[in-house]
């Protein structure tokens, strides 16, 4: 084999091997809860290629995780004008969320819904803001439309069971808390309402 070929094999493979180490030496650091070492390597492997779709939202995530969810979402948006998909939608979102921003989040959601719809994610966020918002009706609507998906989801049951009483549903509140009851009777929420739905 050709003396420059093998240097140029062996010049790329070690470049590899330097782009590999640094992603999980981010993914290590993460592990560890240290996301400031976590987003300098990712940020140096970006600094290389900064048209890498991944290490955009590598970093949007890591930025997140460090509580810097005003910077999150910038990053995220970058993310999205790269390329529209999902995730980085649920990573704005998720910044909103984060900032109580609810009725900014709540509208986010519900026009996601539209393009992704049962989409459970999508659903939990829309039905989490709406609950902050105080409109439990249409926290209750969500969490309803993730048990016709997910029935035995007990976690969205308990919520739901929730929104419905606060929403002054007390017949279907009862009715959902006898189901929450008999499969997930460590719940919290079957814990709170005892002294109230059991009558």
């Known amino acids: 084999?050709?003396?420059?070929?093998?240097?140029?094999?062996?010049?790329?493979s070690a470049i590899s091997a330097l782009f590999a180490q640094g992603i999980q030496d981010s993914y290590h650091a993460e592990m560890r809860g240290?996301?400031?070492?976590?987003?300098?390597?990712?940020?140096?492997?970006a600094a290389g290629d900064p048209d890498e779709l991944f290490y955009t939202m590598r970093i949007a995530w890591l930025q997140y995780l460090s509580g810097d969810y005003h910077t999150a979402r910038t990053t995220y948006a970058k993310a999205l004008n790269k390329l529209d998909h999902l995730d980085a939608h649920l990573g704005i979102l998720n910044c909103q969320l984060a900032l109580g921003e609810w009725s900014a989040a709540?509208?986010?959601?519900?026009?996601?819904?539209?393009r992704y719809p049962g989409n459970p994610m999508l659903l939990g966020k829309a039905a989490y803001a709406a609950f902050m918002?105080?409109?439990?009706?249409?926290?209750?609507?969500?969490?309803?439309?993730?048990?016709?998906?997910?029935?035995?989801d007990l976690?969205?049951?308990a919520y739901y069971v929730n929104n419905l009483y606060l929403?002054?549903?007390?017949?279907?509140?009862?009715?959902e808390y006898t189901t929450l009851k008999k499969y997930a009777p460590q719940s919290q929420m079957v814990i709170d309402y005892q002294g109230i739905l059991d009558k």
């Open 106 to 114: 709540l509208g986010n959601s519900t026009q996601l819904i539209a």
């Open 167 to 175: 929403s002054g549903k007390i017949a279907e509140a009862r009715h």
């Open 1 to 12: 084999m050709n003396k420059h070929v093998v240097m140029a094999l062996l010049i790329l």
């Open 133 to 152: 918002k105080k409109d439990h009706a249409l926290a209750a609507q969500y969490y309803g439309d993730i048990l016709a998906l997910y029935p035995w």
């Open 34 to 45: 240290d996301y400031p070492n976590a987003l300098a390597a990712v940020e140096q492997l």
């Open 155 to 157: 976690d969205s049951r």
